[in-house]
C-alpha cells in the first residue's frame, strides 16, 4: 500500500499541469515576470493563449501588446511555467496582458481563427502570391490553398503602388513535428492513432515512391527530425513548396528540397529519396501506427504515467486528444527510476506566424478551413 501511495504521488507530480483548475480570465495590464520558457509571435492574446494551451509545459504566459510603448516589443507572447503551476509574482505593467493555459478547460483545440487583424503583417512564411480584389478574396483563396494556414493582403492604399492589392499566402507546420529523434536501447517511440491530420481528402490514394540508398544533393530549404523515410514524406506533401526529399537514416535528418526544374539522383548507402505527392490521399499509416523500437523521441513532454508495456502507452497516448506522439522506456532500461515510464507529448499545431509586426495598409488572418460555413 505505501508503495501505491508513492507511485500515486509521483504521477501527480508529473501531471501536475492537468490538476490545474480551468482559469480562463485574461488580466489586463498584468505581467508574469520571469520563469519564460520560450517566446512566440501572436496577434493578439486569444491566439498567444492558444499557443501556450497548446505547448507541452506553457501554464501561463504574458502577452506584449500593440499599444505597448516602452520599446519595439509588440504582438510577444511569453509562455511561462512554474513547479506550482502559478506566477511566482503579478505586477501592474501598462501594455500586457496576462493569463492561464486552457489545457484544464478543453480536451484539444481545433478552432476557428476568423478574426482578421487591420495594419498588422504576418512577416515572412511566404510560399505564393497573387493579386486578389480585396482582403476577403484573399482569405478565401488562403482557405481553399491547404498549404496556406495564414495571409496577409496589401490594400489600395499601400505604400508601394506596384503590390497594392497582393495577396501572400504563407505556411506553417500543422503535422506534429519530433524536435528531437534518437537512437537509444530500451525504448519505443511513435504517434497517437488518434492523431488529427488536417489535410485535404481525396478519393484517389498516393501511389508514391521511394527510392532507397539514393541521395538527391542540393536545393535544401528545410531539415527535420523524422523517425523513417514515409514520415519524411509526409513531412515533404504537407509543406506546399517540398518537390521533393532525402533521409538520412544515420542521423534521423529529412531533407525537403525544392527544384521544379530538375532532379538529379545519386547513389548513396543509408539515405532514402522520394518525391511529394500531389492531390491524393497520402496513406499516413505506414508511420502513425509504426512502433520505433530504439528510437526516442526527446522533450516535449507532457507528462509520464507508469506502465506495463509499449502497447498500452501508445494506447494511452491515442486515447488522451492532447497526447501526439509518445516514447516508453522497457523494464530493461539500466536506470531503474526510468523503467517502465510512458513519456506522452505534443508540439504546436496551430497556425503561428514566425512573426507579427505593424505595417499600414495591410490586413491579415488565418484559413477558415476549421470555420463551420466556408
Not at 501598462?94 to 504576418?122: A, E, H, M, R, W
Not at 495564414?150 to 508601394?160: A, K, P, V, Y
Request: hydrophobic share 30%; aromatic share 12%; charged share 20%.
Amino acid at each position: 500500500m505505501e508503495t501505491h501511495l508513492i507511485l500515486v504521488g509521483l504521477l501527480c507530480l508529473c501531471s501536475l499541469s492537468f490538476s490545474q483548475e480551468c482559469n480562463r480570465e485574461l488580466l489586463e495590464n498584468v505581467d508574469f515576470p520571469g520563469t519564460d520558457i520560450t517566446f512566440l509571435h501572436s496577434p493578439d492574446v486569444e491566439h498567444c493563449q492558444l499557443l501556450c494551451t497548446q505547448h507541452p509545459s506553457c501554464l501561463f504566459f504574458t502577452f506584449v501588446r500593440p499599444d505597448w510603448t516602452r520599446d519595439n516589443r509588440h504582438f510577444y507572447c511569453y509562455l511561462k511555467s512554474t513547479p506550482s503551476g502559478q506566477p511566482s509574482i503579478q505586477t501592474g505593467l501598462q501594455g500586457v496582458t496576462s493569463g492561464f493555459s486552457l489545457k484544464p478547460c478543453i480536451s484539444d483545440l481545433d478552432l476557428c481563427l476568423s478574426k482578421v487583424y487591420q495594419n498588422v503583417d504576418f512577416n515572412g512564411a511566404d510560399y505564393k502570391f497573387l493579386f486578389t480584389a480585396d482582403y476577403e478574396e484573399c482569405q478565401r483563396v488562403c482557405t481553399h490553398d491547404n498549404g496556406c494556414q495564414f495571409f496577409t493582403f496589401t490594400n489600395e492604399e499601400f505604400g508601394l503602388k506596384e503590390i497594392r492589392y497582393r495577396c501572400h499566402l504563407k505556411f506553417s507546420w500543422t503535422i506534429p513535428r519530433t524536435p528531437v529523434v534518437q537512437r537509444k536501447n530500451n525504448v519505443v517511440s511513435g504517434f497517437s492513432h488518434k492523431m488529427h491530420l488536417t489535410f485535404e481528402t481525396f478519393e484517389s490514394e498516393c501511389q508514391h515512391r521511394l527510392f532507397p540508398n539514393t541521395d538527391i544533393p542540393g536545393h535544401d530549404f528545410e531539415t527535420l527530425q523524422a523517425a523513417s523515410p514515409e514520415y519524411c514524406l509526409a513531412l515533404c506533401s504537407a509543406h506546399p513548396t517540398c518537390t521533393f526529399f532525402s533521409y538520412h537514416s544515420n542521423d534521423f535528418k529529412c531533407y525537403l528540397k525544392n527544384n521544379p526544374n530538375e532532379m538529379m539522383t545519386t547513389a548513396k548507402q543509408g539515405v532514402t529519396s522520394g518525391i511529394s505527392t500531389y492531390f491524393c490521399q497520402l496513406d499516413h499509416q505506414n508511420w502513425v501506427k509504426v512502433a520505433y523500437e530504439s528510437v526516442d523521441f526527446t522533450s516535449s513532454d507532457i507528462r509520464f504515467e507508469l506502465m506495463d508495456d509499449a502497447d498500452t502507452c501508445q494506447r494511452t497516448c491515442s486515447a488522451d486528444p492532447k497526447c501526439l506522439f509518445y516514447t516508453y522506456v522497457k523494464e530493461t532500461c539500466s536506470d531503474p527510476s526510468q523503467r517502465r515510464r510512458c513519456y506522452l507529448k505534443r508540439v504546436i499545431t496551430i497556425p503561428a506566424p514566425p512573426r507579427v509586426v505593424k505595417l499600414n495598409n495591410t490586413v491579415s488572418g488565418f484559413h477558415l478551413r476549421n470555420c463551420p460555413a466556408v
